[in-house]
């Protein structure tokens, strides 16, 4: 069998691009925040991480010019070798910092960060319970490390301890965990989950990918319960509010020591480029002197999921800029996505198993609130093709 025969049978893609309803690398020739160019007409974006809006920031754009002016393109190399840069290092101890942390340790991206962080804590002899909508990376890590690997149900801190009862007394255990699930936009429950890591002696990464720039004025997920000392890890990531791209782990410093000497994919990798680096310390800055772009994004989605259920649109547990318009299927979703980028509006399809069908809109802090009607009109008038309500039960 030629491994590469698997090219030929893979035709779903290619079915779906001949009914026009492809809707994955769609290239775009502006990309500015609320509002992207495609094919030379301006589309109100409601897909993006770029929460604060800060990607078209003046000074978050002057200082990534500026690192490229004083250390070039590249590291290329490890920071670990050659390519560590004194930026780094600032960016790690403004980091640390803002999360109320001994340290921080930069990779290249958000993916990287818990690739490297979880393959390098744990061993096939250990045990990892990770949420049922546990992000791509963190599931990669898990598997990468060979330790055994446990899902519990979505957000349940009874269904979380029920699985470390099971397991044998003396078994080193980790928990990991979304500070914000990015498909449903709900919110961890933190205070639980906290609460039954400490009971069962398990450690608790919080991915808080979605978090930060977001909850607690920016300052994230443990920080939103008051709950900073209970989490032991955060990985966090610059290319959702951060307005750049890669990654970090942020804990106390014995940690950070450990993983710099141990997460493969920090010592195997070359460093975070200057200008990307400059980018997220800048735009850390900004959301540290300015929360209010967290607060206006947050009260954004709200205008938005208010109006949706005006209009009988379920948007489940969102509670975040992240909201989900859930779909009857495949089809519906795809078609619905072609329709709403005809009337002007960018959303993500999302089809199983990444989750159930549905779109994945979310809002910035610099979006308009003429964009934001404009967006919620598209919505309306497509809102039969969305997955309906449920009936209420007859009493
Ligand atoms: C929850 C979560 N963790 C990690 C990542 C990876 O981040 P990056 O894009 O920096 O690789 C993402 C990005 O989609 C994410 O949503």
């Not at 079915?15 to 809707?23: D, Q």
């Amino acid at each position: 069998m030629d491994v590469f025969a698997r090219f030929s049978t893979f035709t779903a893609a290619r079915e779906v691009i001949a009914a026009g309803l492809y809707p994955y690398f769609l290239p775009l020739d502006g990309h500015e925040g609320p509002t992207v160019i495609r094919d030379g007409r301006e589309i109100i974006m409601c897909g993006s991480n770029n929460y604060l809006g800060l990607t078209g920031d003046l000074r978050v754009r002057a200082a990534a010019r500026a690192a490229v002016d004083r250390y070039g393109t590249s590291c290329t190399g490890s920071r670990f070798l050659n390519g560590n840069l004194t930026l780094h290092q600032e960016l790690e101890a403004e980091l640390a910092s803002f999360y109320g942390k001994q340290a921080a340790l930069v990779m290249s991206t958000g993916y990287q960060t818990n690739l490297g962080v979880i393959a390098a804590l744990l061993t096939p002899r250990d045990h990892v319970l990770i949420d049922q909508d546990a992000h791509a990376s963190i599931i990669d890590g898990c598997r990468l490390s060979g330790a055994r690997l446990r899902r519990f149900e979505h957000n349940d801190a009874g269904s979380l301890e029920r699985a470390l009862a099971a397991l044998p007394e003396d078994a080193a255990r980790l928990v990991v965990v979304d500070g914000v699930y990015s498909m449903e936009g709900d919110i961890c429950d933190l205070p639980a989950i906290s609460r039954v890591c400490r009971a069962h002696g398990a450690r608790l990464i919080v991915d808080d990918a979605h978090g930060l720039g977001v909850l607690a004025g920016g300052r994230g997920t443990p920080a939103h319960f008051g709950l900073t000392d209970e989490v032991d890890l955060v990985t966090v990531t610059f290319s959702k509010s951060l307005a750049s791209l890669g990654g970090a782990v942020i804990g106390d410093e014995d940690a950070i020591h450990y993983l710099r000497h141990h997460a493969r994919s920090l010592m195997f990798s070359a460093s975070l480029p200057p200008a990307d680096t400059a980018a997220a310390l800048t735009a850390l800055r900004i959301l540290r002197d300015e929360p209010e772009l967290a607060y206006r994004a947050r009260k954004n989605a709200t205008y938005v999921r208010g109006e949706l259920a005006r209009v009988g649109v379920d948007t489940g547990s969102s509670d975040t800029p992240v909201v989900p318009l859930h779909t009857p299927g495949t089809t519906e979703t795809l078609t619905l996505w072609r329709r709403l980028l005809d009337r002007g509006v960018y959303v993500n399809p999302v089809l199983p198993p990444a989750a159930s069908p549905r779109l994945r809109t979310s809002y910035m802090a610099s979006h308009t609130p003429e964009q934001l009607d404009r967006a919620l009109d598209a919505f309306a008038a497509e809102a039969h093709l969305l997955r309906q309500p449920e009936p209420a039960a007859a009493t």
